[in-house]
């Protein structure tokens, strides 16, 4: 009998210390997690070192362009609290000083090029994300050209931006305008000379220029 209550008391302390040890193990952080205040705080940085490459003010929030380490990935932070992911490092696609703009309008947008310079691929491509409503984010086409001038021009007058890119074709440079669903609005005629193009050194073109593209 007596043995029986030993036995008893020794595997009920037995429970209790793995019980109390299984508890220690799970309110360690797992080694390589990071535990924050607020989980809720999006991610502005996921590969350190993290850089701000590009920035500007629309209205009155202050935008970001952070890049992660090696340009593995890219983030758009409007204000304090907003983050858009990038989908351009993913197309291999370089981001710069450069990369960023942004225009205020009916439709306010930012758009982000990065340059193709991988050995398969050269030109630009780019992506555009818009403010509806208070809420950023964006638009589903990537646009390509064969030079690095994209820029966000209100063409059709309607006061929201067009996506306007300098293309070269094999006898010289014409404009592309496109909206912001990705429609192809036409081009102008090819020029010889970049300096001949609507609007240069920023490119704008009338909507009547437009035409079938080359």
């Known amino acids: 009998m007596l043995l029986t209550v030993l036995l008893s008391l020794l595997v009920a302390a037995g429970a209790v210390g793995t019980s109390a040890y299984l508890r220690t193990r799970a309110d360690q952080p797992t080694p390589g997690s990071t535990t924050t205040s607020n989980p809720s705080a999006p ?13 500007t003010t629309l209205a009155d929030s202050r ?8 340009g593995t990935g890219a983030r758009l932070k409007i204000g304090a609290d907003r983050v858009v ?3 351009l490092p ?3 696609a370089v981001l710069g000083p450069k990369s960023l703009s942004c225009v205020a309008s009916a439709l306010s947008a930012c758009l982000i090029k990065g340059s193709l310079a991988n050995g398969v691929d050269s030109g630009t491509i ?3 994300i818009v403010s509806r409503s208070g809420k950023w984010s964006t638009t589903s086409p990537i646009y390509y050209t064969t030079t690095e001038h994209q820029s966000l021009v209100n063409v059709t007058g309607d006061g ?5 890119a300098v293309q ?9 305008a496109f909206s912001l669903d990705g429609s192809d609005l036409g081009c102008t005629p090819t020029v010889p000379k970049l300096d001949r193009l609507p609007g240069w050194p920023e490119p704008k073109p009338d909507q009547h220029q437009l035409k079938t593209c080359p």
Request: hydrophobic share 35%; charged share 25%.
């Open 63 to 70: 935008i970001e362009l952070v890049v992660d380490a090696n």
């Open 85 to 87: 992911e990038s989908r």
């Open 160 to 164: 929201a931006p067009e996506l306007v």
């Open 126 to 128: 780019g992506e555009v």
């Open 90 to 92: 993913g197309r291999r």
């Open 168 to 176: 070269r074709g094999n006898s010289g440079y014409y404009l592309q």
């Open 43 to 55: 991610a502005i940085c996921r590969q350190e070192p993290c850089q701000t490459i590009a920035a």
